[in-house]
């Protein structure tokens, strides 16, 4: 299984971006990265997701590097809602599996 | 709103007894996933199924657990007989993947509270 890397925890200022990263060096060319959030006592909510090029959703955008090993979610304006698990999950695109990794617990600070 | 839909939200249970979850997808979802988590272990795959048919029970352990679509608006997953350390919430999760590319975003219930005594 391809493997994802991210941080345990990171801060962030309330109305500041953030830059989550994940660290995939064995990804696949097959492989989708996806990235979803968990709010404190809910279930995951899908965030973003991409295979090569950069992404922007209202939501968020999603840097990828060139090849492909990391990938960057940024959120342009943090808010007090969006402290949350973000997890970075690689998915292969001729299987549906779908694996979560530990995330990164990211705080936001008013 | 559509929305995936799970219950019970909350089952408190004794060690023995059965416990069926259940799950119904969002209308037209042909993909439905089953997960567990914990503090511990975090979030696992269970079981997940494609227009119906189970593609990977691996994550679930055989001899208690069971997981099954009678049909396309209910997936069921049953613990029996249940033990403390089955104790977490279940979440289940369904996506539309009509061509079978694992590209699509999967939408989450809002999970079931096991907690077996």
């Known amino acids: 299984d391809a493997k994802t890397t991210q941080p345990n925890s990171m801060e962030s200022n309330e109305e500041e971006p953030v830059h989550l990263p994940c660290n995939h060096s064995t990804i696949s060319g097959t492989d989708y990265i996806h990235w979803y959030r968990q709010l404190p006592s809910q279930g995951p909510e899908y965030v973003i997701h991409?295979?090569?090029s950069n992404v922007n959703n209202r939501m968020a955008s999603l840097a990828i590097a060139e090849d492909r090993k990391s990938s960057t979610l940024i959120l342009h304006r943090a808010t007090l809602r969006d402290a949350a698990v973000y997890y970075c999950?690689?998915?292969?695109?001729?299987?549906?599996?779908?694996?979560f990794g530990a995330g990164t617990r990211l705080t936001v600070k008013p | 709103d559509a929305r995936v839909t799970q219950t019970p939200r909350d089952k408190v249970t004794e060690m023995g007894q059965e416990v069926t979850m259940r799950c119904q997808p969002i209308l037209g979802h042909n993909t439905v996933f089953w997960y567990r988590q914990t503090m511990m272990q975090g979030l696992e795959l269970l079981a997940y199924f494609r227009n119906r048919a189970p593609l990977d029970d691996s994550g679930m352990p055989k001899d208690r657990f069971s997981a099954e679509m009678p049909d396309a608006t209910l997936a069921t997953l049953k613990i029996q007989p249940s033990e403390p350390r089955d104790s977490a919430v279940y979440f289940c999760?369904?996506?539309?993947?009509?061509?079978?590319?694992?590209?699509?975003?999967?939408?989450f219930g809002e999970g079931s509270r096991l907690t077996v005594l």
């Open positions: 999760a369904s996506g539309l993947e009509p061509s079978g590319r694992a590209t699509g975003e999967l939408f």
């Open positions: 999950i690689l998915r292969d695109g001729d299987n549906n599996d779908m694996r």
């Open positions: 991409g295979l090569t």
